[in-house]
């Protein structure tokens, strides 16, 4: 008989958002078993929050160390396939090694790493093992997303000009850090999130949102970030001008203070031919504009989409599919791509964010920053 | 150690619409095993389903009442503790008073019955066996849907004057039922659809959601049913007029042959003090308009909401949930119910469609195909 | 040379909401002068009035009979060519006819007359002079809506089989009339306003505008009004059924008292092939629907439109154009028909309301009237 | 008695988009008479313009300075009070110089001139005659554009911190210019526009909607400029980045080679109370995002508005102004400021943009050239 696949899962307490967000998007299409846990670095916490989601105590561990030990230990039909990291960005490096070095596949979310340096050694671990490695850029998992990128891809667009690409949030427009919120603390935290704010946060679903969908390198930034939070050292705002590997320019605007946004992630490309358009909070939309023609919206599982879209549609057209939707087609993706690999079948071209988008994403940060303190001077990064 | 609830399924083979639909939403909040099912009738295609499920052969069956008896005499710790029916019509109340009647709760879609004496007969059982019942009337999960019934309810709206509620549908335009379409086939036929066609598929979800929001029951109505489609019997469109049992006024315009619309549920509600807008299509938005100050728009996790809206509200504002997300609420409040029933607790006002509001709709039904067939006259139900 | 048209008024005195706007829109295209009016039955209001207008105090009448006289006396060169009526209902026949019999062409505002009777009469009266007559049914003058009906009429929709219209106003949702507001008080008045209140008001602009659009007459109507203002005798609200000529059925809502509403006129219309649909709030907008096809936008000015369309948007594609363009519409075909009868020249289909339409709008009023009584029985007017 | 204002155009003959747009613009409110002008530098074509406005030969004329001779040497009675300059930028500063110079008050259409020379000495000239100089900045016309003003000013929003602005059209997506179309070819040619393209055209609005709404001034920019279309030399696309006065930074991105879009204006202005967002394309709405209440939006006379935004609304709230009712707001700004001017009288901050907003829009467009130049290194302007 097939059998789901186990996952293992490092951080992601119960209260965390991450985590329970994490745990949905990969129970949804019914593929895989959360089996046990490294929930918190406090081994009775981490029973507590197993508790909740039904495990036994036994496969709720104290730290990620423990548990891949131990499930390295356990029978290979108990054992988990998989461990998922949803730790703050300084806590990925370490379970992703440790997992992948003792056989185990690995989702992370993103940013990928604390450092460069990190990214890069990562990469080459993932190479080493063979393991496979899946980065949560969420957004790319929506039907519309996929549309719009088969639509460049098929040269409906034609040659693409110009890039409109914004992630607007508020939610730190005022110092919640110091009110004791969790995800505000370490978030704003060069030691737990890096050299980058809201760049790493929210500027690598940016950065990556335009590459997968245009298919093109953006080839410098001129960036301009702001530090508008009470007593902050990290990003919580950034203006950034984009030039992408064919010539074609681009604006990109990020925000963490941008007052009474909620997760306004958008993008607009424009073409020779053809321009689109994508919203976030209204993700069953593409917007198409054209030539001679009159506007056009796709839909998901609507009229005339690309193979790509409907693939990724559970529900008939106009059942608003949302973020933890999209969300579990990177895990869907992902397990599809595994249970072939377990299976000893091939996989063609498969689906889901890799270890290279998670360095792509710290170069992106690098540069960014970078630029920022030489006043905004272009700044490649490939 | 608490445990999952373990669920068994009949009907929703591979390939069903509304089968996948239950499990992702039972599987969301991971509350709920799927471990068994009686998916088909013919017992070898129950199976296949099973396999691609994850499920031992063993536990699929080829009728619904096989499964019952075998579950029934599996051990406590094995059997499953609830079913959850998703066939057509008609075949909805056989396997609902079997389960019933042998101790297992329900999860039954909607509409409840494919006759008004079936309705009243599940009542009674449900009353006499004292097991939960739960009908999907999945829109009223939705956050939003709850924060308008919470208003009318503080009493923010004042006294409701009008109401306007449509449900429109394009996928019926065509003849897609002589094609071999299954769900366009069996909606069609009155012998497994009942007197009903758009009125019990569409109209009962209107009727559920103006009820359901507005705290007030319609007395009356006037309906104008159509038949469109070529050598239809059963209605494809109804326009019908409300009058509710507070004098309140209003219309109600259902169809699946309003070409090119895809699930366009929404409602308004007018009162004295305030009004209130919501669409299904894009059902993060609560619009609210006001006597004296601007239009506010309220949304899921957002500010200024009541709890009920919160409660319901899984990923911060912006993160838009969607029909399944919505659909899972039924689910979870159902099945935390449940888990309260099985551990000796009490809770207070569960809050998902029951047999009660099952019998409502097949009142609905009836009183909306008497009304038609007497050029329209006022007809009550209550 | 060529020159403008000369315009008198009644009624609009300064501080009138429509009669300004019938300034506005005759001035906009350049083809009419403002030269005489009898804004005021009180003669020095009515001077007054004309000064803020730039009009010499000699032709600035105290009634309408003075100014039809007075004008008549005027050299060719000097006299007004037509008459503007923007009086109250119950002030619209008497100077119509008084207007028509003198030599003066009309246009008047709706509904066209107080009672059935006056509207039959006035129909002759137009037909005797061979004046000619238009009437102010403004929405009919947007480029969307010209649009819309270019694709019914040119089959793009197929056979019409639903239609919604709505027409929903809040300003009337509290007792408006007793704080002595002007607007309010007539049009609650039935020795002012007629038998109908919103009827008249509104109710014949979405009767209207179905017609228009679907080139389809409405054949029956059940009608279920609301009188829910405080001591009104008039309607304020009404929920009908619409029954067309060729089979199709819809529904239409109108509202005084939908709290918040602005001035929501909208209507969708289903074919066999396509849809439609249209947002008076939002006019430059026509949302298309199709079978096969996604959802297509079209825009005034913008691709692929019908030449009818084209014709009547002044400025390019995004430049919105609203409410006061759409009046100027049907000035400025009433003008260009009236030039050409002026200097001899024929005219193919001159496009805006005539009497008929007036006649139509009486008709509705009255049998929705009627069906209401009669506990909303279908009631056929044509 | 009172009299309107005469009006005399230079530019804009039949077939001109914008001559078109002033004339409806000055026409709308019935303060202003079009009584002469020079429409075409050939005198019979200028003829053959003024006839189909109704005008007489005698005050066509075939140039501007025979314009304003000639009306000079007519009695007080008749003369033209102020000249309307529609002409191509480069055909700004001699006519708007020369009536100034002759006592005629100017509105002239932006950018203000072709150089910044002769920008300084227009202003300087402006002083000096003491005559009235009004720049058609139309957006700021708008009632939203207002209330939003309105709300900054009254520290509604807080300190600013961030800013998006875009004006995207796609109209120069293709070679338009090559096919003789006069807009483009204008447009594109460095002698006739200056040496900004869509920056003049298109990017002064954005600069100036930016400074109007937020009382801020830019402080500096980094500019990016494409130049796509094919053998165009002038800029055809912007991506901008800003620093405000206050420290708040931004983006700006302007393009005509934004394929499909139609005149897409738009703005966004955080602060650290609230936020706000107007369209253009839906100018009706301005969008306010708040720290612990709900979304509001505003409509034109609608609910809560300052008095700045009621005091531009023409009709009730539903009724849609749009870009002409702008337009002619500030021409019926400029026309009471010059009625008061005329009898005497004087007027309080008279509100519409003038010949400093001028001088601004040429910094801006030579700062951003400059910084193009460079790099995209922060080039100061003020």
Redesign the interface.
Known sequence: ????LRMGMIGGGIGS?IG??H??AA?????IN?VCGAFSSNAEKSKKSG?K??L??DRCYGSFEEMITAEKNLPKGERMDFVSIVTPNYMHFEPAKLALENGFHVVCDKPMTLTMEEAIELEKIVEKTGKLFALTHNYTGHPMVKQAKAMVANGDLGKI??I?V?YL???L??AVEKTGQKQASWRTNPKKSGIGGALGDIGTHAENLVEYITGLRIKEI?A?L?V?GEDRVLDD?G?I???MENGA???M?I?Q????????LAI?V??????LEWQ?????QLI????????????PN???LYEEALNVS????????????AFATIYKNFATHLMAVRDGRDIENPDYPTVKDGVRGMQFIYAAVKSDKN??T?TKFN
């Not at 203070?257 to 306004?264: F, K, Y």
């Not at 424009?270 to 321009?275: F, L, N, P, R, V």
């Not at 559970?314 to 939707?325: M, N, S």
């Open positions: 008989m097939a059998r789901k958002f329970d967000v745990r949905k129970a949804i299409d019914g593929m959360l508790q989601l039904f036994s105590d000009r110009k409109q914004q949030q508020g939610w427009s005022t001129a301009d702001g508008f705002d203006n001008l984009l030039r320019k681009g604006t605007s925000s203070i941008a007052l009474g946004e909620e997760n306004n607009k424009y073409g020779e031919k053809a321009s976030q909070e209204n993700p069953n198409t504009r054209w030539l001679a023609q009159p506007v056009k919206v796709f839909t609507g009229n005339d559970r529900i008939p057209a106009g059942h608003p599919e949302g973020y933890l939707e006043n905004s272009w």
